[in-house]
């Protein structure tokens, strides 16, 4: 995993606590997608199922994804995920 992933500012952020799949997940999608290649988005996720299927669908598609607790809010992580660009 690239260092840059887990460091500095992301390109853009979204809170997607409280939101259920697969919205959440195409919300992630759809952001993914204004970004440039290399570029970081920042997810807030309730921990637990939409945590695993956003980061398994975001790996599927290729882009690399980092996972940390949510440094405020027990209970939700908060996923980096390096935009592949395609």
């Known amino acids: 995993m690239s260092a840059g992933l887990v460091e500095g500012d992301p390109a853009a952020q979204l809170d997607l606590r409280g939101i259920s799949c697969p919205l959440n997940f195409i919300r992630t999608k759809l952001a993914l997608e204004r970004l440039a290649p290399g570029q970081t988005l920042q997810v807030d996720l309730d921990r637990g199922e939409s945590q695993q ?34």
């Open 53 to 86: 299927q956003v980061t398994q669908g975001l790996e599927s598609a290729g882009h690399c994804v980092a996972c940390t607790d949510h440094p405020e809010h027990e209970g939700a992580v908060r996923l980096r995920v390096l935009c592949h660009g395609g």
